[in-house]
């Protein structure tokens, strides 16, 4: 890994916090896996996320669960996928959803990631959600990439990387 570090996020707040935070830093071609638990916080993260990119705030932006994806328009011209790959059933209903033409040029945030093709993580943003056993609203997020230019981008937005262990 380039870049490993943990955050805890006390409460909902926290988390979209950290959304826009990290929405400062998105680019065309991104993507953004993120996993966890059922109800870990996942689409909670992409909403705030999305809402802080395309900069509007009430932006209705419902769970992809029965959809598969959803899609916004970046203010620069590029769209903004959101999909939740939970009832995926196939890699070849990747293309029927046409994330596969789009990924390249557009910025993702996929949620059940581990139904994508390996080669497409290469370079994400992985943000797994863990649950704090002590308190229900705690959230865990555990943030890693091998991408260098992630890694730099978290290092100006001061997310520091953990030392080796
Ligand atoms: N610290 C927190 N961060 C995010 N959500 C939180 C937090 N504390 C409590 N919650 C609540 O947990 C729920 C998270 O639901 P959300 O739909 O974001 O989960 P999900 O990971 O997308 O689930 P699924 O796997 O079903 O798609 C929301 O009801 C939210 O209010
Ligand atoms: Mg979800």
Same mark, same amino acid.
């Given at each position: &890994?380039?870049?490993?570090?943990?955050?805890? &996020?006390h409460? !909902?707040?926290?988390?979209?916090?950290?959304?826009?935070?990290?929405?400062?830093?998105?680019? *065309?071609?991104?993507?953004?896996?993120?996993?966890g638990?059922?109800?870990?916080?996942k689409?909670?993260?992409?909403?705030? =996320? %999305?809402?802080?990119?395309t900069?509007?705030?009430?932006?209705?932006?419902?769970? *992809?669960? =029965?959809?598969?994806?959803? /899609? #916004?328009?970046? *203010?620069?011209? #590029?769209?903004?996928?959101? /999909?939740?790959? #939970?009832?995926?059933?196939?890699?070849?209903?990747?293309?029927? %959803?046409?994330?596969?033409?789009?990924?390249?040029?557009?910025?993702?945030?996929?949620?059940?990631?581990?139904?994508?093709?390996?080669?497409?993580?290469?370079?994400?943003?992985?943000?797994? =959600?863990? #649950?704090?056993?002590?308190?229900?609203?705690?959230?865990?997020i555990?943030?890693?990439?091998?991408?260098?230019s992630? /890694?730099?981008?978290?290092t100006?937005?001061?997310?520091?990387? !953990?030392?080796?262990?």
């Amino acid at each position: &890994m380039t870049h490993l570090s943990h955050h805890t &996020m006390h409460d !909902e707040a926290d988390t979209r916090r950290f959304a826009e935070t990290l929405a400062t830093a998105g680019q *065309p071609g991104d993507l953004i896996a993120l996993s966890g638990d059922l109800g870990a916080g996942k689409s909670t993260f992409a909403r705030a =996320f %999305i809402r802080a990119m395309t900069g509007i705030p009430d932006l209705e932006v419902p769970s *992809p669960t =029965f959809t598969l994806v959803q /899609a #916004y328009d970046h *203010p620069a011209g #590029y769209a903004l996928y959101h /999909a939740d790959l #939970y009832r995926l059933e196939s890699e070849d209903d990747l293309e029927d %959803i046409g994330l596969d033409d789009e990924r390249m040029d557009a910025l993702l945030l996929v949620e059940w990631p581990d139904r994508l093709p390996e080669d497409w993580r290469a370079n994400a943003l992985e943000l797994t =959600f863990t #649950y704090e056993a002590q308190d229900k609203g705690s959230r865990l997020i555990t943030l890693a990439t091998k991408s260098g230019s992630w /890694a730099d981008r978290l290092t100006k937005l001061h997310i520091g990387n !953990e030392p080796p262990s």
